[in-house]
């Protein structure tokens, strides 16, 4: 009688290295599809050599190869074909956080005033700042806006129906107080 146990782990081992190799070498899924004919010959041969051989083998492959599988997707970005085909934000500018987009959007919900004639686009002032800006509606300059989202840079702002009073021009504005402060007796001193 032959034994298959030969052909049973010849086949894993091959199945393995066109699995490891498919990680390497981009084949357009051909190792994949060997890999799979490998495994399966494999089993079948461990059936032929016996029942319970065979079954006790399909299992441990039906494990074994998810965990292979799980260990190749956390050494695949570190290998060379890896590296070029996945993007890291701190190699590629492109995917880098824009700060001057980070700085606009700081800026949502912000209070400012209309510095020019704005017939769907113009230039708005927050905090002394100056910025480009579009409107769904014309507005005319020194009108109170709200900020209401960012579109490619640009600020979207709407009218601001109750314009929030800057905290310095009240004071400047503000008259000053001269009530003379009532003047109270104290009983302990």
Not at 7 to 30: A, D, N, Q, R
Not at 75 to 85: A, E, H, L, N, S
Not at 90 to 111: T, V, Y
Not at 149 to 158: F, N, S, W
Request: glycine fraction near 6%.
């Amino acid at each position: 009688m032959t034994s298959y146990y030969f052909w049973t782990f010849t086949c894993l081992g091959i199945g393995l290295f066109l699995g490891l190799m498919e990680v390497f070498i981009p084949s357009g899924g051909v190792l994949t599809f060997l890999t799979l004919v490998a495994l399966i010959s494999s089993i079948v041969f461990a059936f032929i050599q016996n029942t319970l051989f065979g079954a006790v083998y399909m299992i441990s492959i039906v494990i074994l190869v998810p965990c292979l599988i799980w260990l190749v997707v956390i050494v695949w970005p570190y290998t060379i074909i890896g590296r070029r085909v996945l993007l890291y934000p701190e190699e590629d500018p492109a995917l880098r956080p824009n700060s001057q987009l980070l700085a606009l959007k700081q800026l949502i919900g912000k209070h400012g005033i209309t510095r020019s004639k704005m017939i769907f686009s113009g230039q708005i002032e927050i905090d002394g700042h100056k910025y480009n800006a579009i409107s769904d509606t014309a507005l005319e300059p020194n009108l109170p806006v709200v900020v209401v989202g960012i579109d490619c840079m640009t600020l979207l702002v709407q009218h601001d129906n109750e314009p929030q009073i800057n905290q310095q021009t009240a004071d400047i504005n503000k008259p000053i107080s001269t009530e003379i402060p009532e003047v109270i007796y104290d009983p302990f001193a």
